[in-house]
């Protein structure tokens, strides 16, 4: 009877786990969606504006004189907890360098003409106006690949200004260079945000692809980090007839299976992946802490975001500290002791571009409000969980926000021609190490156009 009993148990169970990994490694279809969704105000007109402007970034005496208005104004900040350094956010003593800095030495009219040495346009896209740098190399024996790079949160297409005259130069080893499309997200930069619900990453990746059709390009490449990874890994799943190669240096596999063996992977996780890496990831407690450490902004702004909108949208000097409290964290997660957090890592006028750019913009609160879009909706999470078959290449920089080793990563990308793992950088590469960035950018896509040769598929 109790053989019997146990058989049955044991069938039960091997029946249970075989339905459960045909559960996790279930493909869904790609969800119903409008590829021409009006995101601009009002009704969407019988004919829209299509044509391509020009554009200049511009600082004008009005903006500067009210900004340092206010933050000559500003109340003095609480000091530090002594011996706290950044452990409890921003170092307000370090804050007050910043903001005289800002005050004092931070030419705005150069950064701006500093931006503008390359062309930049706005084009209007289902009624956003998105805006974008377009840097065409000047080569002809060499060939050409088209280049969309996409930023992240708190940034905008400036994070690439410092490698974009590499890529378009040409390098020794190699046969071709890049013809750069360097694009703010909707919200973002100089990009226009949306009064309407649900432009989420899924949306805006249907937006980037009309912007790249917009362009005449109907195959092209793309590297992309933070939440422009997200976007641009979207695009390669709805559109991998269009992307010929991808390149990320925030990879991440969201599919049901892939937190599966991340979990499963903490048992042994010396099975699973080189013994120096480890440490990134496992053990499972030093990896949450790190998380309820750092993501509290993640929350608030996946829920919340307008109400902090508020307070960031009228004070500089608080836009200035909670951004840039999370950009050094994220360059150096080891640096809380220091009272620079991680800041140091990166130039302090490229840093001030940044919030500058935020607070000319006034979008903070639309930039923001991506977070909340891409938990909100059922069909990010579908397409999440879609494989794509573009060949993509990864470099893990080594502060970079999340780590997953190649048997998961392949999970959402299984022809992941090159993977790189760091021991320096942070998550902000184009700006924290250009050099190293773009010479990655260049090895990574000459192993995808050899996997492109290889597999005959030299579309």
């Not at 500003?74 to 800095?101: D, H, V």
């Not at 109907?218 to 991808?246: E, R, V």
């Not at 639309?366 to 977070?371: L, P």
Request: net charge neutral; hydrophobic share 40%.
């Amino acid at each position: 009877m109790f053989k019997t009993l146990a058989f049955y148990i044991a069938l039960v169970a091997i029946c249970a786990g075989v339905g459960f990994k045909y559960y996790l490694e279930a493909v869904p279809d790609v969800p119903d969606l409008d590829y021409q969704k009006w995101w601009g105000d009002g009704q969407k007109p019988e004919k829209d504006d299509e044509s391509i402007r020009p554009f200049k970034v511009t600082f004008n005496d009005s903006m500067i004189d009210d900004l340092k208005q206010r933050l000559m104004k500003r109340r003095p900040f609480r000091q530090p907890l002594e011996g706290a350094q950044s452990l409890y956010g921003m170092n307000t003593f370090y804050l007050e360098k910043i903001i005289k800095y800002w005050l004092e030495e931070y030419n705005f009219k150069e950064r701006a003409d500093r931006l503008n040495r390359f062309p930049h346009f706005k084009t209007r896209i289902q009624g956003l106006d998105i805006h974008y740098m377009h840097v065409k190399p000047e080569v002809k024996d060499k060939k050409v690949l088209p280049l969309l790079m996409l930023h992240g949160w708190p940034s905008s297409s400036k994070e690439f200004d410092m490698v974009i005259p590499t890529l378009t130069k040409p390098a020794d080893g190699y046969d071709f260079v890049f013809e750069v499309i360097a694009a703010d997200l909707p919200g973002f930069g100089f990009s226009q945000g949306t009064n309407k619900r649900g432009l989420s990453p899924l949306q805006m990746a249907i937006i980037m692809r009309n912007l790249m059709m917009r362009l005449g390009y109907k195959q092209y490449y793309i590297q992309a980090g933070d939440w422009g990874s997200q976007t641009a890994t979207h695009m390669c799943t709805l559109f991998p007839n269009d992307i010929l190669g991808f390149h990320t240096n925030m990879p991440v596999s969201s599919r049901p299976i892939s937190d599966v063996k991340f979990f499963l992977g903490s048992f042994f996780p010396s099975l699973v992946m080189e013994q120096k890496y480890i440490s990134r990831i496992y053990p499972l407690k030093k990896f949450f802490d790190y998380i309820m450490r750092e993501s509290g902004y993640f929350h608030l702004q996946a829920t919340k975001p307008d109400s902090v909108g508020v307070a960031l949208t009228d004070s500089p000097a608080g836009l200035a500290a909670y951004t840039l409290e999370k950009i050094g964290v994220c360059s150096n997660r080891d640096q809380l002791d220091t009272p620079h957090g991680g800041l140091e890592n990166i130039p302090l006028d490229d840093l001030l571009d940044t919030v500058t750019i935020i607070w000319v913009n006034d979008c903070i609160v639309t930039s923001m409000r991506i977070y909340m879009e891409a938990f909100a909706s059922d069909d990010v999470f579908i397409v999440h969980n879609i494989p794509t078959p573009v060949p993509t290449a990864v470099v893990n920089f080594k502060h970079e926000v999340v780590y997953q080793p190649d048997w998961i990563l392949r999970d959402k990308y299984p022809n992941l021609v090159r993977s790189t793992t760091l021991e320096f950088g942070g998550h902000f590469a184009a700006m924290h190490t250009p050099k190293e960035f773009a010479e990655e950018v260049y090895a990574s896509f000459k192993d995808i156009l050899q996997f492109r040769k290889n597999t005959n598929n030299t579309k």
